[in-house]
C-alpha cells in the first residue's frame, strides 16, 4: 500500500511539473526575426488597433477615401471595422489568407506583432475600448 502511494504521489507531482514546465505566456512572443516582444497582454480598440489601422489602413480605408480607393470600404469607426473583425474577413485579408485580397493592397504584408494585436483584439470580443 505505501508503495502505491508514494508511486501515485510521484506520479501527480512529475504530473504538475510537466504542466508548469509546458505552459507559456502568450501575451509576450518574442519574433525571432526581429528578437523583439510583442506585447498583446492589453490589447486596446482606441489605441492598438487604431494605432495598426491608421498606420496601414486608413490611407485607403477611412471615410473621406473609402469611396475611391477603398472599395467603400471604411474601417475608420469602430461599428463598420467590428462587421469585417466579426465576419473574419479583417484577419484574412491582413494574414493573406489564399481566396482573400491581400491587404494592405501592393504592399508588404503587416508584422506579425501588429496581425498579433488584431487577432488579440477579436479573440478578446472586439470590445470598443
Given at each position: 500500500?505505501?508503495?502505491?502511494?508514494?508511486?501515485?504521489?510521484?506520479m501527480?507531482?512529475?504530473?504538475?511539473?510537466?504542466?508548469?514546465?509546458c505552459?507559456y505566456?502568450?501575451?509576450?512572443?518574442?519574433?525571432?526575426?526581429?528578437?523583439i516582444?510583442?506585447?498583446?497582454?492589453?490589447?486596446?480598440?482606441?489605441?492598438e488597433?487604431?494605432?495598426?489601422?491608421?498606420?496601414?489602413?486608413?490611407?485607403?480605408?477611412?471615410?473621406?477615401?473609402?469611396?475611391?480607393?477603398?472599395?467603400?470600404?471604411?474601417?475608420?469607426s469602430?461599428?463598420?471595422?467590428?462587421?469585417?473583425?466579426?465576419?473574419?474577413?479583417?484577419?484574412?485579408?491582413?494574414?493573406?489568407?489564399?481566396?482573400?485580397?491581400?491587404?494592405?493592397?501592393?504592399?508588404?504584408?503587416?508584422?506579425?506583432?501588429?496581425?498579433?494585436?488584431?487577432?488579440?483584439?477579436?479573440?478578446?470580443?472586439m470590445l470598443?475600448?
Amino acid at each position: 500500500m505505501k508503495k502505491t502511494t508514494r508511486l501515485l504521489l510521484l506520479m501527480a507531482a512529475m504530473a504538475t511539473i510537466c504542466w508548469a514546465a509546458c505552459t507559456y505566456k502568450k501575451e509576450a512572443t518574442a519574433y525571432p526575426a526581429t528578437g523583439i516582444a510583442c506585447d498583446t497582454s492589453n490589447i486596446r480598440y482606441s489605441v492598438e488597433v487604431t494605432g495598426v489601422l491608421s498606420t496601414n489602413c486608413y490611407p485607403c480605408h477611412a471615410s473621406a477615401v473609402a469611396a475611391g480607393s477603398g472599395g467603400g470600404n471604411k474601417l475608420d469607426s469602430y461599428t463598420n471595422l467590428k462587421a469585417y473583425a466579426s465576419s473574419g474577413l479583417l484577419l484574412n485579408v491582413i494574414m493573406h489568407t489564399p481566396g482573400y485580397d491581400q491587404m494592405p493592397k501592393n504592399a508588404s504584408k503587416l508584422s506579425d506583432c501588429d496581425i498579433a494585436k488584431i487577432r488579440t483584439w477579436i479573440r478578446n470580443g472586439m470590445l470598443n475600448n
